[in-house]
């Protein structure tokens, strides 16, 4: 396969090495690894040319297990909805690209979500399948998301995260907290919690740190500033939560609720990845961008 017949509609192939195990052909290997995918769709997706071979050669109902072996195919939603909202490219050159995106449409796929989601719109919108997003925001969380066109320079954007040398700052709407002096640091030790999709903030040494700020005082509402100088999941949704202020329309915390229902977008989490400023590592410039949503 060559890097453009990797992807599909935007979609880039999932990779499954075969496991030992007791299949006589790939197609019954498949159906035991994937039960959710029943035999007919795989059937389907191989008499489309779907699944195929490290080479590039097509996977039929005949073909022999052979352990080791790497099996590349697309996945598929059936009758995937469109998210009605569209997302913004703010930047684009040879080694950046910079997009505001919406509530609800991820970031790449997951579950339900694949050709609707970040990165599979901007694939088919730029014509680059080696588009790559350097970080992730919530599905949920609304804002920039910084994505490498480009293999060659990619590792030296990556490596400004984990260096913490990527300045953010996000925007929250929430209830006030008329008790606590700002700005505050806010300093937890965050693990998985229960269910599995869920943190929570536990005992011992701290792991995750964000500063909080007021920007707006309202009556019932308080607009925050909240700047993660680690990057955990949810981490600010349940530093928030924890300070007593949980993010508007938050369903994970500080108690799980009632999940948002595909085509019901009228509560979205009030919470918005407003800026990005770093200096280049290419060429040692000062970049800053914005986003234009508004809470």
Aim: proline share 9%.
């Amino acid at each position: 396969m060559t890097g453009a017949s990797l992807h599909r509609d935007g979609v880039a192939a999932s990779r499954w090495q075969l496991p030992p195990g007791p299949w006589a052909t790939v197609l019954d290997g498949l159906c035991a690894r994937f039960p959710a995918v029943d035999r007919a769709r795989w059937l389907d997706r191989m008499a489309r040319g779907l699944v195929r071979d490290a080479d590039g050669n097509a996977i039929t109902p005949d073909t022999f297990y052979r352990v080791g072996a790497e099996i590349r195919y697309y996945r598929e939603v059936p009758d995937e909805p469109r998210i009605p909202f569209d997302e913004v490219v703010l930047h684009v050159d040879e080694h950046l690209v910079v997009v505001d995106k919406p509530h609800f449409l991820p970031v790449t796929p997951a579950g339900g979500f694949v050709a609707e989601t970040l990165l599979a719109r901007l694939v088919r919108r730029l014509a680059n399948p080696q588009l790559v997003p350097l970080h992730r925001i919530d599905r949920g969380t609304a804002g920039l998301v910084l994505f490498s066109p480009n293999p060659d320079s990619r590792a030296r954007y990556q490596a400004l995260f984990p260096r913490r040398l990527i300045h953010k700052r996000y925007e929250a709407l929430a209830p006030p907290l008329p008790d606590c002096a700002f700005p505050l640091l806010r300093k937890t030790r965050l693990q998985t919690g229960e269910p599995f999709f869920r943190m929570c903030e536990v005992e011992g040494p701290a792991n995750s740190e964000t500063r909080i700020d007021v920007l707006e005082r309202g009556e019932d509402v308080w607009r925050y500033a909240l700047e993660p100088v680690t990057g955990r999941k949810h981490q600010l949704r349940v530093h928030m939560a924890g300070l007593g202020a949980p993010i508007l329309n938050d369903t994970l915390y500080p108690s799980l609720v009632a999940q948002h229902v595909d085509g019901n977008y009228e509560k979205p989490l009030k919470l918005l990845a407003r800026a990005l400023s770093f200096v280049d590592p290419l060429n040692g410039v000062e970049r800053r961008f914005e986003s234009q949503w508004r809470l």
